[in-house]
Structures are given as C-alpha cells and as structure tokens.
C-alpha cells in the first residue's frame, strides 16, 4: 500500500528565508504532484514530476523528485507573506493515488 | 470557462439522512475524483471514474455510492448519513488518468449531527 508522509507538519519561517518541505513515499510512484491550499479554499496544481532527477520552478517555489530516494522537496527561496498556506505532496501508483498530511507554512515578517 | 464545480457548498444533515453531493466539469476531461478532507489527514481518496461509465473504489468508499453521469458529471451519495462523515468533500477532476494532474472544485463542507 502507497503511503506519502510530508514533514515538517508545521512550518513558521521569518521573511526572507529558505526553508524546504520534504516528501517520502513507500513503494515505486509513477508521478509525484505538489499542490497549495489556502485556509478555507480549494486545492492548487504546482508542480507534476514525471521523472527522477525532475526539477521545476515557479516563482520562489522549486520542486524535485528523486525515485531512487522516494523523495520529493519543495524548496522554498526567500519566503514572502504570501507563501503562506498548507502545501500538500501526492503520489500515484498504479491508479493508487494518495496525499501527505500536508505542511501548513506560516511566513512572518 | 468555469472549471469544477461542486453543489451544495455547505450541507447539514441528521444522523440517517440521505444526500447527493453534485459535481461537474466543463474541461472536457475524462476522469473525475471524489475525496474527502479531514483535519490533518491530508485527502482520501472515496471514489474515482477513470472514464465515463467506469467507477472503482478508492481508499475509504465504505458509505458511499457514485455515479458518472455523462462526460461533465460526477455524484457522491450518502445513503445513510453518520456523523463519521462529516467532512468537506472535494470533488476533482484530470485529463485521462494516465495524465493525473488534478482540478479541484471549491469544495463541500457537510456536518452530520
């Protein structure tokens, strides 16, 4: 069975600084899907990795996939307020799709 | 263009009531999603519908019943409403599920007393 654990649960970061949340599952994952939600809101796509070695950026958020580590981060480049919100990692295998617990990021100034 | 939408927003029931919570999509995608979300839990996965006409069971279906109407449509029912199920219910949708990036709809919050 597919299980995703995130860490940290809790973030508090100052502005400014970098921070990374981390993603491990446990058996072979086909894609590897990082999302943002907002307190009382929707989920949002922010990345899709397909592959080991996957890197992508938006903005001040990069995430990368390692499938021989079963490990994705999201990194997190000098933090601004409007980072803050709950950012969920999600794995797929075999029509098996499963979420983290989520880490709720708070950015201060 | 409006994306994925789920009705009703927000839903009381009695412990024993039945509901049907709506969900459609106008991207044309063929798979759809229904999950429910709980306090640090993360998303589970109720129901999902590869294509129209499929529907399988995903992690926690115990309690509910789907049907994929046509290509835009997607409900969840509760036959028997327990408090148990109180939770906000996201409703999703993805190109096929091959291509698995997902579109959420705002999302329901029900409570069961």
């Known amino acids: 069975e597919l299980k995703v654990e995130q860490n940290p649960l809790f973030l508090s970061m100052q502005e400014g600084k970098n921070y990374t949340i981390y993603c491990n599952y446990s058996?072979?994952?086909?894609?590897l899907y990082w999302y943002r939600q907002d307190p009382g809101k929707s989920l949002e796509s922010l990345f899709v990795?397909?592959?080991?070695?996957a890197v992508k950026q938006e903005g001040r958020l990069m995430a990368s996939l390692d499938t021989k580590a079963r490990l994705s981060t999201l990194h997190i480049t000098a933090a601004v307020h409007d980072l803050s919100a709950t950012y969920f990692c999600?794995?797929?295998?075999?029509?098996?799709?499963?979420f983290g617990a989520g880490t709720r990021l708070t950015v201060k100034p | 263009n409006a994306g994925v939408t789920q009705t009703p927003k927000f839903q009381v029931l009695k412990t024993g009531q039945s509901m049907t919570l709506q969900c459609a999509q106008d991207?044309?995608?063929?798979?759809m999603y229904w999950y429910r979300q709980d306090p640090g839990m993360g998303l589970r996965l109720i129901y999902y519908?590869?294509?129209?006409?499929?529907?399988d069971k995903g992690e926690v279906p115990n309690g509910y019943n789907v049907s994929r109407l046509n290509k835009r449509e997607f409900s969840l029912r509760l036959e028997s409403a327990a408090p148990s199920q109180t939770s906000v219910y996201f409703c999703?949708?993805?190109?096929?599920?091959?291509?698995?990036?997902?579109?959420f709809g705002p999302g329901t919050r029900l409570t069961v007393l």
């Open positions: 991207m044309n995608h063929n798979s």
């Open positions: 990795l397909l592959s080991n070695g």
């Open positions: 999600a794995a797929d295998s075999y029509n098996d799709m499963r």
């Open positions: 058996t072979t994952s086909d894609r």
């Open positions: 999703a949708s993805s190109v096929t599920w091959t291509d698995n990036e997902q579109f």
């Open positions: 519908s590869a294509s129209e006409g499929t529907t």
